[in-house]
T-cell receptor, first 113, second 116 residues
Framework: QQQVKQSPQSLIVQKGGISIINCAYENTAFDYFPWYQQFPGKGPALLIAIRPDVSEKKEGRFTISFNKSAKQFSLHIMDSQPGDSATYFC????????????FGKGTRLHILP | EAGVVQSPRYKIIEKKQPVAFWCNPISGHNTLYWYRQNLGQGPELLIRYENEEAVDDSQLPKDRFSAERLKGVDSTLKIQPAELGDSAVYLCASLRSPTSFTGELFFGEGSRLTVL
């Protein structure tokens, strides 16, 4: 049962462009939405996260936009760089200790130099 | 601070053979997770430990998979016998377990299993 749907599966962006990855969730009890970045041969690493009490969170070139009514959230990478080429996973969880994090299927991002 | 350590990084076995993966979490992290990541997919939870107690093993295929975390520190995941469909990357992650869940899992680099 996939509770977090991520799109697109792959994305190619020119250097300096904006990369946008979208996610949708089903469970309205989710209240924590992290994005993880994974490079080949490495484990995922937390990039940025948001809670539904805010509609946007920005950290450097990375911004999460959150739409609670639509049950959607997205990652925007401004001024995309070749070093941003990686696989990105959105995820969702309930902020209780006994809840697991549900991951999307991932987006392979390639930034053209 | 050392990160999550996993071994082996790569393992190639023939089907029906046993295999074991080891994980040492970040010091002081009480919660430990084993995830399986199939090619081109996101991580899927197999089992979660709080100290030495398995608090969520609902997704662990118990007929062939087993795990243990005897002293609440490092953990072993075993598959016996392995099947072709078990080929995947097995990720270990840890979490400090603060009173307020932050959701930041720290992942190891994974153990890539190929079953021939």
């Amino acid at each position: 049962q996939q509770q977090v749907k991520q799109s697109p599966q792959s994305l190619i962006v020119q250097k300096g462009g904006i990369s946008i990855i979208n996610c949708a969730y089903e469970n309205t009890a989710f209240d924590y939405f992290p994005w993880y970045q994974q490079f080949p041969g490495k484990g995922p690493a937390l990039l940025i996260a948001i809670r539904p009490d805010v509609s946007e969170k920005k950290e450097g070139r990375f911004t999460i936009s959150f739409n609670k009514s639509a049950k959607q959230f997205s990652l925007h990478i401004m001024d995309s760089q070749p070093g941003d080429s990686a696989t990105y996973f959105c995820a969702a969880s309930r902020s209780r200790r006994d809840d697991k994090i549900i991951f999307g299927k991932g987006t392979r991002l390639h930034i053209l130099p | 601070e050392a990160g999550v350590v996993q071994s082996p990084r790569y393992k190639i076995i023939e089907k029906k053979q046993p295999v074991a993966f080891w994980c040492n979490p970040i010091s002081g992290h009480n919660t430990l997770y084993w995830y399986r990541q199939n090619l081109g997919q996101g991580p899927e939870l197999l089992i979660r430990y709080e100290n030495e107690e398995a608090v969520d093993d609902s997704q662990l295929p118990k007929d062939r998979f087993s795990a243990e975390r005897l002293k609440g520190v490092d953990s072993t995941l075993k598959i016996q016998p392995a099947e072709l469909g078990d080929s995947a990357v097995y990720l270990c992650a840890s979490l400090r377990s603060p009173t307020s869940f932050t959701g930041e899992l720290f992942f190891g680099e994974g153990s890539r299993l190929t079953v021939l």
